[in-house]
Structure formats: structure tokens, C-alpha cells
């Protein structure tokens, strides 16, 4: 295995909730409680989770634009905790992120040459001065975009140009880390094919190690080697890809999995969803033991008293890590990629109505053909495609 890079030791983070006059703190939001894994040179490590678990103030950690409440973050070994200023700007230079959402993330009022070479400002240092507009031009053709356009607005751009233009200000400091905190999720789903391609290519040619955020699976599987699943602020199962998505072992990331959009609009309703009851709890107040035990289905008393540790646990075929007391394998949906069958279907989310509208890249549209229509009439024999329902009847959603 590849060397460490970026290593988080039970990392923690509570966010204070302050009421009255006095702005007594009352509580503490835990958004972060206790997350720890290793991120290898030139990898790609998933995290997903449902909205509010936490993996936005993970990036933010990572990135040290936060101070955690506990735990560390080591790149190449070397704790930010202990760091001096020089070391510290050194090792945040290593470390940097691209943001979710290209409209805001942008200075509307600066052009892109600026948005890009803003980053030599404050690390004067990576590239002399005179030099900084020829690899600023160098950095938009790296991603793929026009290097005479270095004076438009971020207005003159569509949303997969404007990820790029985010992407080219995140490589400008050479960093050996990358945070993509839902670097595509703003954006339509042939576009973020581009951009998810664009990032491959650029992690082939940098050695860069991503840390993907996202809550699209479909998405997280194309491009991850490894996944962390977080639940509440914690790790609930992290492994390679195919463990993850083949061989879950903890019951959240089966109910995850059961829920992911079949990329076939025919095959849809076909395999067996776990449906989850319940709200997620609030992070000021997590449930005691498993966090998880309010909404799964196969919680015992012990799950209300004794936290799961996450260890590698059997899934089969070997082990990966999971935190459940009671972690078994459980196959949700076989999937394969698809890309080669339609175009841009490995990220299709919801309906092929819209990867034809999807915008930059024209998607045939082959629902008027003959073997579309049947394939589209309810009461005609399924094909066998890329999907296969798993049924378990032993071991039912409650
Ligand atoms: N600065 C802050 N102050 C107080 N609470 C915060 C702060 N930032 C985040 N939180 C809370 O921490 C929890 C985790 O938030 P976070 O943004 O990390 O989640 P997320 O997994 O990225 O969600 P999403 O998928 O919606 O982006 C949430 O309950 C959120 O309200
Ligand atoms: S530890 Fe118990 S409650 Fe938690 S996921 Fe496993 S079975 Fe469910
Ligand atoms: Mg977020």
C-alpha cells in the first residue's frame, strides 16, 4: 500500500449552542465525534452519508480551516497541532479544497486569472511573480479550458467551466491533497461526468489523493478506491469499494445502498429497499451505544448501552471495518458500470429525461426506438440488464 499522506486521529468537533441574553452555552452540536482513517498517496477516498452527518466539518478539518474541539490531523506525519506558522502555511499549501457550488464559490467581481492566481499571493513563493499569469494560463489548460479567456468573469462561464476554473485555483499550489466537499452535485449529470473524468485524469498525471465528499453513491463508487460511510458524526463502515458497495456489513450502509437509483428507469422498483424509520436524531443529542439504534431494524439491548468499536469485521470474502455489534454481509444490489453500454449512465440519478437535457454533452435519446418502447411498456418481459434484486428473506426491514 501506497505511503500516508493525510492521517485523522479521532478527530472531534462539537459546535457550542449559546441561548439567552447571556449567551450561556447550553449544548454542543457534535458534528464531528471521533473520526479516524489514513488517506494514501494518490488514492481516492469516498465519504457519504445522509445531509447533516457531519462531512462538510470533516473536509473543514482536514483542511485546518477549523480548529478541531479534539483529536489530530497528520500530513505526512507531521501533526498540524504542533506546527509552527512556517510549517503550518507549509503544510496548508499540501492540503486544498474545491467547493461545492461553482455560482457562490467564485468571486463574481474578480476575473478568473485572479480567482486562480489568488493562492500565489499569499504562497508568493511557488511561483515568481512575473511568472504568475503564464501558469495561471498553464492551469486553465490543464483543465481544459481556453487559457485566453484568463480575463472573463466567472459569469461568462457554464457550471461544469466554472468547477473547472474552482479546480484550477485548488491544483495551483501543487498540493499532494485535494478536498472535494460535493464538487459535482451542483452540477447536471453529463456535466459532472466531465468533471469527474477531468479529476481522474488530473489525479493520473499529479499523483493528487482526493477526499471525495458527496451523497451521490453512484457517483462516490465511480470514482473512489476506498469508502467511509458516516453516520452522526461517526464512522459507521469504511473499506475498499467493492467491500463497501458488494459486501456491506453495517445495516445503515445496506439501507444506503437499497435506496441508490437503479440507472435503467426500467429496472426501478425491481429489488428490495430497506426502508429506514424514523428522522436521523439531532447531533446535539446523539443516541446512546449505537448511534444507529433508533432506526435499524436489527438493534438488541446491547446496542442501546455499548458503542460499536470500528474494526475490521467479516464480510464474506475477508474483512473491512464496520461498527456493528452484529455486523453481517448483506448483498443489496449487484450494479456494474454502465458507461459503456449509454453514455453517462454510470452517474444517471434520477430519469433519462434528463441526462438528454443534461446540457454540454448531446446524450442520445433512444427512447423512440422500438426496443426502448418495449423495454419502457410495464406489462413486457424485463430484460436482464445490469441490475439484480437480492432477495433475503430472512432478514426483513422492520
Ligand atoms: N459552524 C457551525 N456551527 C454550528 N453548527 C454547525 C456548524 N457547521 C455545521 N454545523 C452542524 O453540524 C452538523 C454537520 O454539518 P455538516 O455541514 O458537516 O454536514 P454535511 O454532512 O456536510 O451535510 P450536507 O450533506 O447537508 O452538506 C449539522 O447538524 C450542522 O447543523
Ligand atoms: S450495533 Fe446494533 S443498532 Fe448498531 S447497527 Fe449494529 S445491529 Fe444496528
Ligand atoms: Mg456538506
Request: charge should be negative.
Amino acid at each position: 500500500m501506497p505511503e500516508v499522506v493525510l492521517s485523522a486521529q479521532n478527530l472531534v468537533k462539537h459546535y457550542p449552542i449559546k441561548k439567552g441574553v447571556l449567551r450561556r452555552t447550553v449544548g454542543h452540536v457534535k458534528a464531528v465525534d471521533g473520526v479516524t482513517f489514513d488517506l494514501h498517496k494518490g488514492e481516492t477516498l469516498g465519504i457519504v452519508g445522509e445531509s447533516g452527518c457531519g462531512k462538510s466539518t470533516l473536509g473543514r478539518l482536514l483542511m485546518r480551516l477549523e480548529e478541531p474541539t479534539s483529536g489530530s490531523v497528520a500530513f505526512e506525519g507531521q501533526d498540524f497541532s504542533g506546527a509552527s506558522a512556517r510549517d503550518t502555511r507549509r503544510l496548508r499549501r499540501n492540503i486544498q479544497i474545491v467547493f461545492q457550488d461553482p455560482y457562490t464559490s467564485l468571486n463574481p467581481r474578480m476575473t478568473v486569472g485572479d480567482i486562480v492566481g489568488e493562492p500565489f499571493e499569499i504562497h508568493s513563493d511557488v511561483v515568481p511573480k512575473g511568472g504568475r499569469r503564464q501558469r495561471v494560463q498553464e492551469l486553465l489548460d490543464l483543465v481544459g479550458l481556453n487559457p485566453e479567456h484568463i480575463n472573463r468573469y466567472p459569469h461568462q462561464f457554464s457550471g461544469g467551466q466554472r468547477q473547472r476554473i474552482g479546480i484550477a485555483r485548488g491544483i495551483a499550489l501543487n498540493p499532494k491533497v485535494l478536498i472535494c466537499d460535493e464538487p459535482v452535485s451542483a452540477l447536471d449529470v453529463s456535466v459532472q461526468a466531465q468533471v469527474i473524468n477531468l479529476m481522474e485524469k488530473l489525479q493520473d498525471e499529479l499523483g493528487l489523493a482526493y477526499v471525495f465528499i458527496a451523497h451521490d453513491l453512484s457517483v462516490v463508487r465511480h470514482i473512489s478506491d476506498r469508502v467511509g460511510v458516516m453516520y452522526l458524526g461517526r464512522l459507521a463502515e469504511i473499506g475498499e469499494e467493492d467491500e463497501i458497495y458488494s459486501r456491506p456489513t453495517h445495516p445503515y450502509t445496506q439501507a444506503l445502498l437499497s435506496a441508490v437509483p437503479v440507472p435503467d428507469p426500467t429496472l426501478r422498483g425491481k429489488r428490495e429497499q430497506i426502508v429506514l424509520e424514523g428522522d436521523v436524531p439531532s447531533p446535539a443529542n446523539p443516541p446512546s451505544g449505537c448511534r444507529f439504534h433508533t432506526r435499524c431494524w436489527k438493534a438488541q439491548d446491547v446496542c442501546t448501552t455499548d458503542e460499536p468499536d470500528l474494526q475490521p469485521r467479516p464480510d464474506g470474502a475477508g474483512e473491512h471495518q464496520s461498527a456493528c455489534h452484529f455486523a453481517e454481509p448483506r448483498a443489496i444490489v449487484e450494479t456494474k458500470d454502465v458507461s459503456n453500454l449509454q453514455h453517462d449512465a454510470r452517474f444517471a440519478t434520477t430519469k433519462v429525461e434528463e441526462l438528454s437535457e443534461a446540457g454540454d454533452t448531446p446524450v442520445p435519446d433512444d427512447r423512440s426506438t422500438p426496443a426502448r418502447a418495449e423495454a419502457m411498456d410495464p406489462t413486457a418481459e424485463q430484460p436482464q440488464d445490469t441490475t439484480r434484486v437480492v432477495e433475503d428473506p430472512t432478514d426483513r426491514p422492520r
